[in-house]
């Protein structure tokens, strides 16, 4: 516990009433972020993330822990895995550096198996822990690394306000076919069911219900949804409108030009969605 926390504690052992001070001391969710591993309800880890005073663009990780219980199962180099995919991918960040004693071993070994390579630092960073003085290894992984996939199918979620905020890759994966699914029902199933089973007298309305209302209103629910991943769902905007235009072109008698128009609204208001949400995130986060 010591090791973990640099002895920044006055009395051991730690109390939650002690560590719940401390988090809400210096985790502001700005400069600092404290990010929990779960699987469904259950918590396997903590780390924290921090933007260092001289540079926006670096994340410090620090406070890496997981479950004693599920030690030696690679929960934690999941657990470093996604706070690094989430400081490069949602926080903009270019590098994450951290510092680890030289004496914890097993913690070196899984920061060097997820990437992060020892560096220099100007000045050694030393604790006086337990009668003794324990020196930190600087180490530094930068976005251009290819060690950042992960297939776990777990999340981290941010301490303020419980909302999960990366997933894993298997996780993007599955909200991409979700999406997609969703989009082939509303955009394409819809409007088969609209000319095929509606009849004459309700068909109209229900077209202009469909065009007008339901389909704008979900490609903005989709942009809002592709703008937290931007580099995984960036296209489904575009998949959504070529869905409208195969599904109305091929289950409606008449080749209205206007379809072409509505695609074209449509593809606008999900990419225009996807952008202000994503400059949203990051205005947030400076």
């Given at each position: 516990m010591r090791q973990w926390c640099a002895d920044r504690y006055e009395r051991y052992p730690v109390t939650p009433e002690a560590m719940n001070s401390y988090h809400e001391q210096y985790i502001d969710g700005l400069r600092s972020h404290a990010l929990t591993m779960v699987d469904g309800n259950e918590v396997l880890g903590y780390v924290t993330l921090r933007t260092p005073a001289d540079d926006w663009m670096e994340k410090r990780l620090g406070f890496v822990i997981v479950d004693d219980s599920k030690r030696g199962s690679g929960l934690g180099k999941a657990l470093v895995r996604m706070a690094v995919k989430y400081a490069f991918e949602t926080l903009g960040a270019t590098k994450v550096s951290l510092g680890v004693f030289e004496n914890n071993p097993s913690a070196i070994r899984c920061y060097e198996s997820v990437g992060f390579r020892?560096?220099?630092a100007s000045m050694t960073e030393s604790y006086f822990c337990m009668g003794e003085t324990w020196n930190c290894i600087e180490m530094e992984l930068n976005a251009t690394s290819n060690h950042i996939g992960d297939n776990d199918e777990?999340?981290?979620r941010d301490h303020l306000d419980g909302k999960a905020l990366n997933v894993a890759k298997s996780g993007g994966t599955r909200s991409v076919v979700y999406w997609l699914c969703a989009?082939?029902?509303v955009m394409f199933i819809l409007p088969f069911a609209v000319a095929r089973l509606a009849s004459e007298d309700s068909g109209m309305a229900l077209c202009m219900i469909l065009f007008l209302a339901v389909n704008p209103v979900y490609s903005i629910i989709l942009g809002a949804?592709?703008?937290k991943d931007v580099r995984r769902m960036w296209?489904?905007?575009?998949?959504?409108s070529v869905a409208f235009l195969a599904g109305t072109w091929l289950f409606f008698d008449i080749k209205?030009?206007?379809f072409l128009i509505y695609a074209a609204?449509?593809?606008a208001l999900g990419w225009g969605a996807m952008f202000i949400g994503k400059c949203r995130r990051k205005s947030f986060i400076r």
């Open positions: 020892r560096v220099t777990t999340c981290i989009t082939i029902a949804a592709c703008g296209n489904l905007p575009l998949v959504s209205e030009p206007w609204v449509y593809l």
